[in-house]
């Protein structure tokens, strides 16, 4: 059962990965038409929470989650997520997206340090490799696709967003007990979207869409982000927070293969390189077994 759940969490991470990847390539595209990075975000947020709760309304599932997680649960959508977004596309503003995706893949190493830190133990010797292999294999795709030339405001959000999705997969994977992923899933969208359209009061830009081809893209945004969120709650629940974030580690080879379909730019050498490292250590992760310490802690 637990060999079982730990291959069915992996492949749902890694299609969360795919979906994330899907957004980044669309949202940079969004960025280079000029509209601006809370309002893109507030937006993508609504129509994923929008989504999720027609899904689970169809499914009836409940629309709130479970009594002693409604709170968290809004805080890491509303000061979590939606501030890990922010970063992230807002660090492509001052470098370029290969150097802001290498940066943000330091988080599986935060997530790992914050377990230990938490009493979870330290991982074992196959997860540690995983680890290291999902690492290098992230740095050898983005770094390997072109300039990592980056200033230091884009350093700082960089880093920033990767501490503060190391922080959300550790906050869901304390939070969320009872209540269902979906369910869980759109009460972040929702929060988040909530927080990004307050933020809009105070941020200059350009605000809404203004071609149906932004509209479009927008639409795959928030569909992407609602898939990718159950699909991540889902096997967080199976995998834990550490080895969650070394399968989600195939976000930058899934951003680079859409990146050569969807914006023509070339597959390299490094891309096979680190995608066979990411791979590998994406498949031993969700084989792995958790060490003793921490499989009771693992909901």
Sequence with gaps: MRDRDSIVGGGLVALAS??????VVVGTQLLRGGLSVPAMLAIRFAIAA????AVARA???????APGERFWLAL???AGYSIE???????IRFGTAT???????TYPVLVTLASMALGKGAPGRLVAGALTAAVAGAAIVVAGGGSVAIRPAGIAFALGSAVMFAAYLIGVDHAMRDTRPLTASAWVAAWASIGLFASLTFMPGRHW?????EWVRVLIMGAGTGGA??????????????????VAALEPLSSAVLATIVLNEPLRIYTAIGGALILAGATAASLARPAPVSEAEIP
């Design 85 to 91: 977004a922010t970063l992230f596309f807002a660090g």
């Design 76 to 78: 890491l959508g509303l």
């Design 59 to 65: 499914r009836r599932e409940p629309l709130i989650p």
């Design 18 to 23: 795919l979906q994330f990847g899907i957004v």
């Design 209 to 213: 869409p203004d071609a149906n081809v």
């Design 50 to 53: 929008s989504i999720l709760a």
């Design 229 to 246: 969120f159950v699909c991540l709650m889902a096997g967080l629940r199976m995998l834990g927070p550490v080895r969650t974030s070394i």
């Design 99 to 105: 150097a802001v995706t290498l940066l943000f893949f």
